[in-house]
């Protein structure tokens, strides 16, 4: 692209708190979808796509609720169908319940494959193009600015292109600002998108034209970048990729995609530093787990583990990264494995002591301990709290731990009811020694419990972290009951996550490995943060 040529604008369209919501174990609360709106608000002038009004009455009351907020970026679209078949818009209740949320945008779908309009709707196809036609000019006579997705578009194209062309037209000349192709059931290849976009194009040359794709078959992402290169210019989809089935554009993948790679203009150079931390956001809002291994926004997007990599990375970055990791918000890791050279080592030692070379005798002190643990069953790639104690310890910067464990105890009744373990724990801080008993949700949250109340008069932002994520893994299941198990925990203070980790034959001894590191570095954080 010429440096002189202005860049071509493309419109986010986001679907999350509707379309994405439909996704499997995906759930969002009316406070859940209100603070999505107000934090959206930093990603820039998209259209979020609120709910379906009349669907539910959580939906009803998110419309009223957003209806009072004083945005300045996000635009609040409103989702639902044309009228029914037979019935006049006027007295249409979906219709008038879309009109009642006041949302200044709203987006209807109606059928373009004549197979639906057929099998699901059991009409005629004039009765199909009435519903288009006079649902979408009663919307624009009241004044709003009317999205119609042509559902199952590029199908419907493939099989009667005359008819899918027939019914953009229809939502075209009744008004609608724009025409949303879909890929509803998410299995068109990127030659057949390219192929329906551009035979609208040449038939009706409109200023806007949207892309809605899902992701049936892994291509929901590129498939809406072709469509952007055929003429497209807005996008659809969800963050992380939410949605029914197998979820829909990711926009977390295709914003920067099409931004850092394609050169268009998506989002503001501000709001592309915070695709990361939002796209992480969202996932926790969700209680749905993060997918690391997302492109751009991952924290496995730009980890590096391999020895050989790791040297070549820290000489030049462009030799393993295919952009700079700061430019979407996130951060290049050097993972510690059994795996890694002294690269990997040092440059984490760096951490601590930015002067250290690679010759320091303790470079390979620390390679060969990690080594050597790692043997036996430790995995410091999903632990780093507990890996970067070790190193701390051998740089003597963290020589002994700042709380002594003087003996805890823990038991389970399961008649107990939901807190049906107690633990009792006796700790030492300097010269005091305290004893604390607490119930817990199973001996791990007991345990958890018990410790931090007793620590947290003296470490005070042990009060401010928590235990996000549990897991175990048992490393040799052939010895049955005697295999060693692998226990790591995540904890999150502030919003950073970092996994510490205990192996033992006990479970539980595991896991009070693996909690005791956890309550040592944060404690260690909030010394270094203060």
């Given at each position: 692209?010429?440096?002189?040529?202005?860049?071509?604008?493309?419109?986010?369209?986001?679907?999350?708190?509707?379309?994405g919501?439909?996704g499997?174990g995906?759930?969002f609360?009316?406070?859940d979808?209100?603070?999505y709106v107000k934090r959206?608000?930093e990603m820039?002038?998209?259209y979020?796509?609120?709910?379906?009004?009349?669907a539910?009455p959580?939906?009803?009351?998110?419309?009223?609720?957003v209806?009072?907020?004083?945005?300045s970026?996000?635009?609040?679209?409103a989702f639902?169908?044309?009228?029914k078949v037979n019935?006049s818009?006027?007295?249409?209740?979906?219709?008038?319940n879309?009109?009642?949320s006041?949302a200044?945008?709203?987006?209807?779908f109606g059928?373009?494959w004549?197979l639906?309009v057929?099998?699901v709707?059991r009409?005629?196809?004039?009765e199909n193009?009435?519903?288009i036609r006079e649902?979408v000019?009663?919307l624009?006579?009241q004044?709003r600015e009317v999205?119609f997705?042509?559902?199952h578009?590029?199908?419907?194209?493939?099989e009667n292109?005359d008819y899918a062309?027939k019914?953009?037209?229809a939502a075209l000349?009744?008004g609608?600002s724009?025409a949303i192709?879909?890929?509803t059931?998410?299995?068109?290849?990127?030659?057949e998108i390219?192929?329906?976009?551009?035979?609208?194009?040449?038939a009706?040359?409109?200023?806007?034209?949207?892309?809605?794709?899902h992701?049936?078959?892994?291509?929901a992402?590129?498939?809406?970048?072709v469509?952007v290169?055929?003429?497209?210019?807005?996008?659809?989809?969800?963050w992380?990729?939410f949605?029914e089935r197998c979820?829909?554009a990711?926009?977390s993948t295709l914003?920067?995609?099409l931004?850092?790679?394609?050169g268009?203009?998506?989002?503001?150079d501000?709001?592309?530093?915070?695709?990361t931390?939002?796209?992480?956001?969202?996932?926790e809002l969700?209680n749905?787990?993060?997918?690391?291994r997302?492109?751009?926004v991952?924290?496995s997007?730009f980890?590096?583990?391999?020895?050989m990599?790791?040297?070549a990375?820290l000489?030049?970055?462009?030799?393993?990264e295919?952009?700079d990791p700061?430019?979407?918000?996130?951060e290049?890791?050097?993972l510690?494995s059994d795996?890694a050279?002294?690269?990997?080592?040092?440059?984490?030692?760096?951490?601590?002591?930015?002067?250290?070379?690679?010759?320091?005798?303790r470079v390979?002190?620390a390679?060969?301990?990690?080594?050597?643990?790692?043997?036996?069953?430790?995995?410091?790639?999903?632990a780093e709290?507990?890996?970067?104690?070790?190193l701390?310890?051998?740089?003597g910067k963290f020589?002994?731990?700042?709380?002594?464990v003087?003996?805890?105890?823990?038991?389970?009744?399961?008649?107990?009811?939901e807190?049906d373990s107690v633990a009792?724990?006796?700790v030492?801080?300097g010269?005091?020694?305290?004893?604390?008993a607490s119930?817990?949700?199973g001996p791990v949250?007991a345990?958890?419990?018990a410790l931090?109340?007793?620590?947290v008069s003296?470490f005070?932002i042990?009060?401010?972290s928590e235990l996000?994520?549990?897991?175990?893994?048992v490393?040799d299941?052939?010895?049955g009951?005697?295999a060693?198990v692998?226990v790591?925990?995540d904890?999150r203070l502030?919003q950073?996550?970092w996994?510490?980790?205990?192996?033992?034959?006990?479970i539980?001894?595991?896991?009070?490995?693996?909690l005791?590191d956890?309550?040592i570095?944060t404690?260690?954080?909030g010394?270094?943060?203060?």
């Open positions: 692209m010429n440096q002189n040529q202005e860049k071509k604008k493309i419109t986010v369209y986001d679907t999350t708190l509707r379309d919501a439909q499997e995906i759930h609360s009316t406070r979808k209100l603070s959206i608000e820039g002038s998209l979020v796509e609120a709910g379906w009004p009349g539910n959580r939906d009803e009351e998110l419309f009223q609720l209806s009072e907020l004083h945005l970026q996000a635009r609040i679209a639902g169908s044309t009228c019935e818009p006027e007295k249409s209740n979906i219709l008038l879309l009109l009642a006041k200044k945008t709203i987006t209807i059928k373009s004549d639906h057929r099998d709707l009409t005629t196809r004039e193009l009435r519903l649902s000019a009663f624009v006579s004044g999205f997705d042509g559902e578009f590029f199908d419907g194209f493939k292109p062309l019914c953009i037209a000349e009744a609608a724009m192709l879909c890929d059931n998410g299995g068109c290849l990127p030659g390219t192929e329906g976009v551009r035979a609208v194009m040449q009706f040359s409109p200023q806007e034209l949207g892309i809605h794709v992701n049936d078959g892994g291509l992402v590129a498939n809406s970048y469509a290169e055929a003429g497209v210019t807005q996008i659809q989809g969800t992380n990729g949605g979820g829909n990711n926009l914003i920067p995609l931004q850092v790679k394609g268009y203009s998506v989002v503001s501000s709001a592309l530093l915070k695709i931390p939002f796209s992480r956001f969202v996932a969700t749905a787990p993060f997918d690391d997302q492109p751009y991952g924290r997007a980890a590096h583990k391999a020895g990599h790791v040297d990375i000489k030049n970055q462009r030799s393993f295919h952009m700061a430019g979407v918000g996130n290049r890791r050097i510690i795996q050279g002294k690269a990997n080592i040092l440059e984490r030692l760096q951490r601590f002591e930015p002067a250290m070379s690679k010759d320091d005798p390979e002190k390679m060969v301990e990690i080594k050597e643990l790692e043997h036996t069953g430790f995995q410091f790639e999903a709290g507990s890996l970067d104690l070790l701390l310890r051998i740089l020589p002994a731990p700042p709380f002594e003087l003996d805890y105890h823990v038991w389970s009744d399961p008649l107990r009811g807190l009792v724990v006796k030492k801080v010269e005091q020694s305290v004893q604390i119930e817990g949700n949250n345990l958890d419990t931090r109340q007793a620590l003296f005070p042990l009060g401010e996000v994520d549990y897991k175990v893994r490393l299941g052939s010895r009951t005697e060693i692998r790591i925990i904890t502030d950073e996550v996994g510490t980790i205990g192996v033992s034959k006990n539980l001894k595991a896991s009070a490995q693996a005791l956890a309550l570095w404690i260690w954080r010394t270094a943060r203060n």
